[in-house]
Nanobody, 111 residues
Framework: QVQVAESGGGSVQAGGSLRLSCAAS????????VAWHRQAPGKSRELVAH???????NYVDSVKGRFTISRDNAKNTVYLQMNSLKPEDTAVYYC?????WGKGTLVTVSS
C-alpha cells in the first residue's frame, strides 16, 4: 500500500517562510502528477500547486511568485517552498499523488 506523508508545517509570522515536504513509498512520484492542496478552517479544499513528471508546474493565482513546487524523484519527495507567507495562507496542507492523500500538515501564519 502506498503511503504519503507530509512534513514541515509549523507556525510563522507574516512574511516568513516554510518548506513543506511530501514523501511517498515506492516510486509513484516518477510517472505521476504530484499536487499540494490546502484547506483553511471553514473552507473547502483548494489546489495550490502541482508538478508533472517532466517538471512543469502550475500554481493558483494567490500563491504565484511566493510558492515554488519542486521534486526530487531519486528521493521520492516533492517540496513546496513557501515565502512571503500571509495569514490567509493558514491551512492544513495536503499532498496528493496517484489517488493517494497524505494526512496533512498544519501551517499557521500570524499577523
Amino acid at each position: 500500500q502506498v503511503q504519503v506523508a507530509e512534513s514541515g508545517g509549523g507556525s510563522v509570522q507574516a512574511g516568513g517562510s516554510l518548506r513543506l515536504s511530501c514523501a511517498a513509498s515506492g516510486s509513484i512520484f516518477r510517472l505521476n502528477v504530484v499536487a499540494w492542496h490546502r484547506q483553511a478552517p471553514g473552507k473547502s479544499r483548494e489546489l495550490v500547486a502541482h508538478i508533472v513528471s517532466g517538471g512543469s508546474t502550475n500554481y493558483v493565482d494567490s500563491v504565484k511568485g511566493r510558492f515554488t513546487i519542486s521534486r526530487d524523484n531519486a528521493k521520492n519527495t516533492v517540496y513546496l517552498q513557501m515565502n512571503s507567507l500571509k495569514p490567509e495562507d493558514t491551512a492544513v496542507y495536503y499532498c496528493y499523488v496517484a489517488g493517494y492523500w497524505g494526512k496533512g500538515t498544519l501551517v499557521t501564519v500570524s499577523s
